[in-house]
Structures are given as C-alpha cells and as structure tokens.
C-alpha cells in the first residue's frame, strides 16, 4: 500500500509529542480530541489518531482495527461529552490538495453549537 510520505515536523505530531500545548477533550491509548485553535463554531474539536497517517485512505488502510474503534469511539465520547447528540453536529476530514487539508495528519473536525450552514455549494461543471 503507498502511504503518503508522513512529516513528523507537522503541527499535530509536535502536539502528540508535547512539544505543543493543547486543550485535551478525551484521550484513549489510540487517539486523541483536542480544540481547534480557531474555532468554527462554539464546539469545533479535532479527533487525531496517535498513530503516523496522512489521509484518511492511509488510516483506513493501515490503521489497525483496534486504532479504528479507539477513533469512532473517541469522536462519540467528544460528541456526548460537548453535549452535541440531539442538536446535532458535522463531522469533516479534509484530504489532501482538492480537500483543502493544511495539516498533513488524519484529522476529524466534530463541529456543533450552533447550526453550521449548508455543506458545500452546489458543482457547476462549468466552473473550474
Ligand atoms: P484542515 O484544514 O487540515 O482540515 O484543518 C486543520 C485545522 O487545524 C484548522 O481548523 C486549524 O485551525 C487547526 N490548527 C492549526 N494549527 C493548530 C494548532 O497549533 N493547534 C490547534 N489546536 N489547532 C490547530
């Protein structure tokens, strides 16, 4: 399987590393929610796995199923403990260039609050 080549200088790496100060929600031995230092909304939380993934592709592939259940399990954990569940919330991961993704480790946004608005706008195939 070809992974994206994974930079351990990247933001996330030097927070699971303690180089970086973060706002920890819940931790489990394999991931790790934290805030989002600029938030979207009044609950904006990021669920990173611990393990080195760039996209979600190199998670889903390699991931072990024990790193995967400790993901889903953590980003519920952020949803009952940000109190999210009858409201409702977004779940995003942006993945590579056409994702937009700026840091190059898997990364679940869980963001609720407040109504976050239309998803995307609507593909015009004669834009670019
Ligand atoms: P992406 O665009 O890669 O999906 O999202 C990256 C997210 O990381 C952005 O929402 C950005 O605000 C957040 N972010 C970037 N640097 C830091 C940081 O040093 N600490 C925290 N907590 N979040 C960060």
Do not use: C
């Not at 679940?108 to 195939?125: E, I, Q, S, T, Y």
Request: a negative charge.
């Amino acid at each position: 399987m070809i992974m994206a080549a994974y930079d351990d200088q990247n933001i996330f790496a030097k927070i699971l590393r303690g180089e970086i100060p973060n706002s920890t929600v819940t931790e489990n031995e394999h991931a790790l929610a934290f805030r989002d230092i600029a938030p979207a909304a009044p609950t904006h939380v990021l669920v990173i796995p611990k393990g080195k993934y760039v996209t979600f592709r190199d998670f889903a592939r390699d991931g072990s199923k024990e790193e995967h259940s400790a993901f889903i399990s953590a980003v519920a954990d952020v949803v009952e403990a940000e109190g999210l569940s009858e409201d409702g919330y977004r779940l995003i991961v942006n993945n590579g260039p056409n994702g937009r993704q700026e840091v190059p480790h898997i990364h679940m946004h869980v963001v609720g609050g407040r109504d976050v608005g239309p998803m995307l706008k609507r593909w015009n195939k004669d834009e670019s």
